[in-house]
C-alpha cells in the first residue's frame, strides 16, 4: 500500500489485437492497394457490424461526432434540440456544427440520464428533437422518450458513444430511437482507433449518411448534396474488425472488474458506485463511476482524485464539468437550474476499467481509496506514498 504503483494506471487502455493479426491484415491491405473510399476491409466490417447490431440499416464513420453531425444534418434537424448536460462535450458541439439551439434539461439521479419527465415540459413548438445519452452505456429510460417523441411528433436521437454492445431486453441498443450514434474511440470497450457508426430505423437514410459522409458524390460527375468528409479508412475497419471477435472477452472481463470493485468498495463509507443496471439490460461495463460523499467519506472528488494521482492511479471527473459551464455555452438556454446534473457533476469519479487491468490492482486501487478515507478522518492533511515512506524509514 504504502509504493505507488510501477507504471501509470489510466481511466482505460484499448484492447489490441496480437500484432500478428493485424501485420497479416495490413499484409493484405498492402497488396491490395485500397485504404479508403469504402474499401474492401470497410465493408466486411459492416456486414460483421450489420449482424452483431441485427440491423442492415448502418452506415461507418471516421469518428463518432462527425456521425452525429451527419445524423443531425441528415434527419433535417432545426430549431431547438432537448438534450443533456451531463454528457462529453461532443454531443453538444455536434447541434452547435448544425446550427441547431441545445435546450438543457436535467437527469436522472441512478443512471445519468435524461429525465423523460423534464423533457416533457421543455417542449416548445421551436423543438424538433431529443437528443439523450446512454450515458456511461446505461440506457436511458426508452419507452418513455419514446412515448413522448410520439406524442410531440419529434425526432429521438441517441448519443449511445458508450453504448456498443448493451442489449435492452435481446435486443441491442442500436434498434431504439430515430438514429444512434456509437463512438468506436480508442477509449471506449470497442474501438477501431478511431472510428463512429449510425443505426437508424428508417432505411431510406443510409443513402443519405453515405452520401452527406462522401462529398454528396453520386458518380463521378455527379454531386447531390453538400456533404463533408467523414468516411472509415481501410486500417480503422481493420482494427475493428479484430477487436469485434474478442469482444464478449472483453466485456466479460470489464465485468469481474466491476464486480470486484462493488465488492471492495462496499466497506467505504461516502463511495457510492452508480445503481446497477436496470432490469432486462445487459450491460456492457464501459465504466465504472462513482459518486464521493465528501461528507461521509471524509475528503472531497477532488481531494480522491488527485491523492489517487499520489499512487499512479489516473482516474477521470467525467463528466465535470457539465456542459452548460463551458464558456461557449454558458447563457444557453436550460430548463431550471440542473440540480442533479451539478450534485453528481461535483462528486463524480470514474475510476479505471480495461480488460488489462489485474483484478489486484482493482483491490489495491479501492485499498488505496479506503487509505484516504481513514486518513482523512484521522484528519492527516498528507497521507501520500510519500510520507508513509518516510515515516516508516
Ligand atoms: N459523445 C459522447 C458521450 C462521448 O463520450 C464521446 C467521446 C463522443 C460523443 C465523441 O465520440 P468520438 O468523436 O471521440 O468518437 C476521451 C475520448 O477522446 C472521447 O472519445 C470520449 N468520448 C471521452 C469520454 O474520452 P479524453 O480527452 O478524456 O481522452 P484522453 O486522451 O485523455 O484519454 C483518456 C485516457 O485513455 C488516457 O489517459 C490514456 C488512455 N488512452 C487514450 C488514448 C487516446 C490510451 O491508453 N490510448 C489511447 O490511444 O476524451
Same mark, same amino acid.
Given at each position: 500500500?504504502?509504493?505507488?504503483?510501477?507504471?501509470?494506471?489510466?481511466?482505460?487502455?484499448?484492447?489490441?489485437?496480437?500484432?500478428?493479426?493485424?501485420?497479416?491484415?495490413?499484409?493484405?491491405?498492402?497488396?491490395?492497394?485500397?485504404?479508403?473510399?469504402n474499401g474492401p476491409v470497410v465493408q466486411a466490417f459492416r456486414a460483421e457490424l450489420a449482424q452483431y447490431c441485427?440491423t442492415q440499416n448502418l452506415s461507418l464513420f471516421?469518428?463518432?461526432?462527425?456521425?452525429?453531425?451527419?445524423?443531425?444534418?441528415?434527419?433535417?434537424?432545426?430549431?431547438?434540440?432537448?438534450?443533456?448536460?451531463?454528457?462529453?462535450?461532443?454531443?453538444?458541439?455536434?447541434?452547435?456544427?448544425?446550427?441547431?439551439?441545445?435546450?438543457?434539461?436535467?437527469?436522472?439521479?441512478?443512471?445519468?440520464?435524461?429525465?423523460?419527465?423534464?423533457?416533457?415540459?421543455?417542449?416548445?413548438?421551436?423543438?424538433?428533437?431529443?437528443?439523450?445519452?446512454?450515458?456511461?452505456?446505461?440506457?436511458?429510460?426508452?419507452?418513455?422518450?419514446?412515448?413522448?417523441?410520439?406524442?410531440?411528433?419529434?425526432?429521438?436521437?441517441?448519443?449511445?458513444?458508450?453504448?456498443?454492445?448493451?442489449?435492452?431486453?435481446?435486443?441491442?441498443?442500436a434498434?431504439?430511437?430515430?438514429?444512434?450514434?456509437f463512438?468506436f474511440?480508442?477509449?471506449?470497450?470497442?474501438?477501431s482507433?478511431?472510428g463512429g457508426m449510425l443505426t437508424?430505423?428508417?432505411?431510406?437514410?443510409r443513402?443519405?449518411f453515405d452520401?452527406?459522409k462522401?462529398?454528396?458524390?453520386?458518380?463521378?460527375?455527379?454531386?447531390?448534396?453538400?456533404?463533408?468528409?467523414?468516411k472509415m479508412n481501410e486500417?480503422q475497419a481493420l482494427?475493428g474488425r479484430?477487436?469485434l471477435?474478442?469482444?464478449?472477452?472483453?466485456?466479460?472481463?470489464? =465485468?469481474? /472488474?466491476?464486480?470486484?470493485?462493488?465488492?471492495?468498495? &462496499? !466497506?467505504?463509507?461516502?463511495?457510492?458506485?452508480?445503481? +446497477? #443496471?436496470?432490469?432486462?439490460?445487459?450491460?456492457?461495463?464501459?465504466?465504472?463511476?462513482?459518486?464521493?460523499?465528501?461528507?461521509?467519506?471524509?475528503?472531497?472528488?477532488?481531494?480522491?482524485?488527485?491523492?489517487?494521482?499520489?499512487?499512479?492511479?489516473?482516474?477521470?471527473?467525467?463528466?465535470?464539468?457539465?456542459?452548460?459551464?463551458?464558456?461557449?455555452? =454558458?447563457? /444557453?438556454?436550460?430548463?431550471?437550474?440542473?440540480?442533479? &446534473? !451539478?450534485?453528481?457533476?461535483?462528486?463524480?469519479?470514474? +475510476? #479505471?476499467?480495461?480488460?488489462?487491468?489485474?483484478?489486484?490492482?482493482?483491490?489495491?486501487?479501492?485499498?488505496?481509496?479506503?487509505?484516504?478515507?481513514?486518513?482523512?478522518?484521522?484528519?492527516?492533511?498528507?497521507?501520500?506514498?510519500?510520507?508513509?515512506?518516510?515515516?516508516?524509514?
Amino acid at each position: 500500500m504504502n509504493k505507488p504503483f510501477d507504471k501509470p494506471i489510466y481511466i482505460t487502455r484499448p484492447w489490441l489485437p496480437p500484432l500478428e493479426e493485424f501485420k497479416s491484415g495490413l499484409a493484405e491491405i498492402w497488396d491490395r492497394g485500397v485504404l479508403t473510399n469504402n474499401g474492401p476491409v470497410v465493408q466486411a466490417f459492416r456486414a460483421e457490424l450489420a449482424q452483431y447490431c441485427e440491423t442492415q440499416n448502418l452506415s461507418l464513420f471516421s469518428n463518432g461526432t462527425l456521425a452525429l453531425q451527419i445524423a443531425l444534418q441528415g434527419l433535417g434537424i432545426t430549431g431547438d434540440v432537448i438534450t443533456t448536460p451531463y454528457t462529453f462535450v461532443a454531443t453538444v458541439h455536434s447541434l452547435f456544427w448544425n446550427k441547431v439551439r441545445p435546450v438543457f434539461v436535467d437527469i436522472e439521479p441512478e443512471h445519468y440520464t435524461l429525465d423523460p419527465d423534464q423533457v416533457e415540459e421543455a417542449i416548445t413548438p421551436w423543438t424538433s428533437a431529443i437528443l439523450a445519452v446512454h450515458v456511461y452505456g446505461h440506457p436511458c429510460r426508452l419507452d418513455a422518450l419514446e412515448r413522448i417523441a410520439r406524442r410531440h411528433n419529434l425526432k429521438l436521437l441517441y448519443d449511445a458513444a458508450h453504448a456498443f454492445g448493451v442489449r435492452v431486453d435481446g435486443r441491442s441498443i442500436a434498434q431504439f430511437g430515430d438514429v444512434s450514434m456509437f463512438s468506436f474511440h480508442a477509449t471506449k470497450l470497442f474501438h477501431s482507433a478511431e472510428g463512429g457508426m449510425l443505426t437508424f430505423g428508417d432505411p431510406t437514410l443510409r443513402r443519405r449518411f453515405d452520401y452527406l459522409k462522401n462529398f454528396g458524390f453520386e458518380n463521378e460527375t455527379e454531386v447531390v448534396m453538400p456533404g463533408t468528409n467523414a468516411k472509415m479508412n481501410e486500417l480503422q475497419a481493420l482494427m475493428g474488425r479484430l477487436v469485434l471477435r474478442r469482444l464478449p472477452e472483453i466485456i466479460q472481463k470489464r =465485468r469481474e /472488474i466491476a464486480e470486484t470493485y462493488r465488492r471492495e468498495l &462496499a !466497506r467505504i463509507p461516502g463511495i457510492k458506485p452508480a445503481a +446497477l #443496471p436496470a432490469a432486462g439490460v445487459d450491460y456492457n461495463h464501459a465504466y465504472f463511476p462513482v459518486e464521493v460523499d465528501p461528507a461521509q467519506f471524509g475528503a472531497t472528488r477532488d481531494q480522491l482524485y488527485d491523492r489517487l494521482k499520489d499512487w499512479n492511479v489516473f482516474a477521470r471527473r467525467y463528466f465535470y464539468p457539465l456542459v452548460t459551464d463551458f464558456a461557449c455555452y =454558458r447563457g /444557453i438556454v436550460r430548463q431550471g437550474e440542473l440540480p442533479v &446534473a !451539478r450534485a453528481v457533476a461535483s462528486r463524480i469519479l470514474t +475510476l #479505471p476499467i480495461f480488460s488489462d487491468l489485474a483484478l489486484d490492482d482493482v483491490v489495491r486501487i479501492c485499498g488505496i481509496i479506503r487509505h484516504v478515507h481513514e486518513h482523512a478522518r484521522a484528519g492527516a492533511a498528507a497521507h501520500g506514498p510519500r510520507e508513509m515512506e518516510s515515516a516508516a524509514a
